[in-house]
């Protein structure tokens, strides 16, 4: 069973930057899609970015230019790099990822972000 831990939320104030990481442990071969979602209070949870094993990318249009996501795999480790952050990025940030294998999910427990002055 993946586990996932994140590290790196807090509090930030806006225009700040901030940067997640989550590692991977107990994987069993490699990871097809890491990732980030969050969900903010009242609302559903939103794909923040994802990176496959090759390299491609996908942004939520929200975020494109401000957050950038990168993949270690040696490490098993996904980051997001929080740049220009905005009061309305203030959310829980849960990591993701994918099995190649068996495409099982996984989910990290998640990290709070909060952009407030």
């Known amino acids: 069973q993946v586990q996932l831990v994140e590290s790196g939320g807090g509090l930030v104030q806006p225009g700040g930057s901030l940067r997640l990481s989550c590692a991977a442990s107990?994987?069993?071969?490699?990871?097809?899609?890491m990732g980030w979602y969050r969900q903010a209070p009242g609302k559903q949870r939103e794909l923040v970015a994802v990176?496959?094993?090759?390299?491609?990318?996908n942004t939520d249009a929200s975020v494109k230019g401000r957050f950038t996501i990168s993949r270690d795999d040696a490490q098993n480790t996904v980051y997001l790099q929080m740049s220009s952050l905005k009061p309305e990025d203030t959310a829980v940030y849960f990591c993701?990822?994918?099995?190649?294998?068996?495409?099982?999910?996984?989910w990290g427990q998640g990290t709070q972000v909060t952009v407030s002055s």
């Open positions: 993701y990822a994918r099995a190649r294998f068996d495409l099982s999910e996984y």
């Open positions: 107990r994987v069993s071969g490699s990871l097809l899609i």
């Open positions: 990176v496959g094993i090759g390299g491609v990318t």
